[in-house]
């Protein structure tokens, strides 16, 4: 057998035709950026996350580096983060000319809100936390804290759209919140795609101007931007993709339940926590041998990901930085291993999974 950790080909002849017909519709109206699909998204966006604005852009990336620049981050100004997060993360951080402060990790792979606090000095702005692998933090704790010191807090829920944290969704927590729509993500484009949610009208105006060359409406360049404008073919795609969604979510429920009862004794599958909703962008499982593990599960055919085999600051970019002691999270990043588990595996494939697990343990 060969099972690929992730398989983009659309399949689903439906899934398809639904596609396609968007894509049509586009090359029939013409409007191929910022067209009607875009607008029609970003009102689904914000509905979907009880904000009152969102602005569609070229990328997640690009939507953290868009929100710090409009939200007026400056350097000297210290953001607080997780270490765990792929690294665009922490280059949006960077780039918008903020410091960064990393707080290590619960068992859950997210942010310890306990620790959050000791790391605040009067140089902090704001907090960023990342829903890692579709696993909201503890979003009441966070905007406490916040309230507390006057910090803003944005939501990196990149991995989380549709995850929900007592009862509440991924993005509406935030001041401002950004998720990718690349098509990895499980609320997909056809390649590159992101978008920002906010109640700040002010911000909302900030970042409309930001997404093309910092003009407003009259065509006058107030503040030098770059191009971070949404394709509508994407946001067709977006749209017709977010019909699945919740398919889709439950599928990858299922799938991860199922490793669960398989796996618990033999490795350490994700905790299942009261009050959250688990979207499985990722199912992380934790082991002593993920290495030998990784590679055997690759001779008998089966594909995993390390997400992430390093810590945002141990990229060789950020060696400047102080040697963090975070020891959670450097514990973590050396057992870490995602299995395949996507709404197109089957049944079958997923047994496999499991006996070589169970096998090589
Ligand atoms: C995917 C991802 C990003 C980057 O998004 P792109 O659309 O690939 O630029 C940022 N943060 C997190 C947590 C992500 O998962």
């Known amino acids: 057998m060969k099972i690929p950790y992730l398989n983009l080909a ?9 596609l396609l017909l968007g894509i049509e519709k586009v090359l029939t109206h013409g409007r191929l950026i910022l067209g009607p699909e875009v607008r029609e998204l970003e009102c689904k966006v914000a509905d979907f996350c009880h904000k009152k604005y969102a602005i569609a852009v070229s990328s997640g990336t690009d939507a953290l580096y868009l929100t710090l620049r409009c939200l007026g981050i400056q350097a000297q100004d ?5 270490p765990l997060s792929p690294i665009p993360t922490l280059n949006a951080i960077y780039l918008a000319g903020a ?7 619960e068992n859950n792979f997210n942010i310890n809100t306990y620790l959050l606090e000791s790391s605040i000095t009067d140089k902090t702005r704001a907090i960023m936390p990342v829903h890692y692998a579709g696993l909201m933090c503890k979003m009441d ?6 309230e507390k010191y006057n910090l803003l807090v944005i939501e990196d829920a990149s991995q989380a759209f549709g995850s929900m944290f007592k009862d509440k969704p991924a993005g509406s927590f935030g001041h401002t919140n950004c998720f990718s729509l ?4 499980i609320l997909s484009s056809l390649g590159e795609a992101g978008i920002i949610v906010t109640d700040d009208f002010e911000v909302y105006e900030k970042l409309q101007q930001a997404r093309y060359a910092g003009i407003n409406n009259a065509g006058e ?3 030098p931007s770059l191009n971070f404008r949404m394709d509508t073919i ?4 977006v749209l017709t993709n977010f019909n699945y969604l919740s398919t889709k979510i439950e599928r990858r429920q299922k799938i991860a339940q199922y490793y669960n009862s398989q796996l618990k004794d033999v490795v350490q599958c994700p905790l299942e926590e009261k009050s ?8 992380c499982i934790l082991t002593d041998h993920r290495n030998e593990l990784k590679k055997y599960l690759q001779e008998k055919g089966i594909e995993t990901k390390i997400h992430y085999s390093k810590l945002m600051f141990e990229h060789l970019a950020y060696s400047h930085l102080k040697t963090l002691e975070l020891s959670n999270a450097q514990k973590i990043v050396k057992k870490i291993l995602s299995l395949p588990n996507h709404e197109n595996l089957h049944d079958d494939e997923i047994q496999y999974i499991i006996d070589c697990i169970k096998k090589f343990s």
């Open 78 to 82: 210290e953001i607080i983060t997780t």
């Open 221 to 223: 360049c107030l503040n």
């Open 10 to 18: 659309v399949n689903d002849s439906e899934l398809k035709k639904e």
């Open 276 to 283: 959250f909703r688990h979207t499985f962008y990722a199912y």
């Open 99 to 105: 410091s960064p402060t990393f707080v290590d990790l």
């Open 234 to 237: 994407q946001a067709a795609a």
């Open 141 to 146: 704790t966070i905007l406490e804290i916040a």
């Open 182 to 185: 690349n098509s990895m993500k």
